[in-house]
């Protein structure tokens, strides 16, 4: 009985030491963005991507490398079947906006890609 006794001291005593010496967690360095609506040019994009319109996604993403770079995210990717928005953040007026395609590849197989399109002055100039 007394070894169980002194188990539970010891226990509530470690407990005890270890919450009144243990340091509060660090301030996150990283400032955050503010949230921000999908900008009008990126759904715009993602309902091209969604419908499997080429000529309006060519409209609406005219530098061929943006294009090329869409394509990479997409990969391997070749039927989507959902286009979701994530969320946006703006910094200096250019926007991020993330998404998430749903689709199946050549097999078959379900696949699921993100991309960020970077939206500025109401057009397409960057995609990760």
């Given at each position: 009985m007394a070894t169980l006794f002194l188990f539970g001291a010891g226990i509530i005593l470690g407990a005890g030491t270890q919450w009144l010496t243990s340091a509060?967690?660090?301030?996150?360095?990283?400032?955050?963005?503010?949230?921000?609506?999908?900008?009008?040019t990126s759904a715009d994009v993602a309902t091209a991507i969604r419908t499997d319109d080429a000529r309006a996604l060519s409209r609406l993403v005219t530098n061929q490398d943006l294009l090329n770079k869409?394509?990479?995210?997409l990969d391997p990717i070749i039927a989507v079947s959902d286009v979701k928005f994530l969320g946006a953040a703006?910094?200096?007026?250019?926007?991020?906006?993330?998404?998430v395609v749903r689709g199946r590849d050549q097999q078959g197989n379900k696949i699921i890609r993100g991309f960020?399109?970077?939206?500025q002055h109401g057009e397409v100039v960057g995609v990760n």
């Open positions: 509060a967690p660090a301030q996150n360095p990283y400032s955050s963005l503010p949230p921000m609506a999908e900008p009008q869409l394509h990479s995210s703006d910094r200096t007026g250019m926007t991020l906006s993330a998404y960020v399109l970077s939206v």
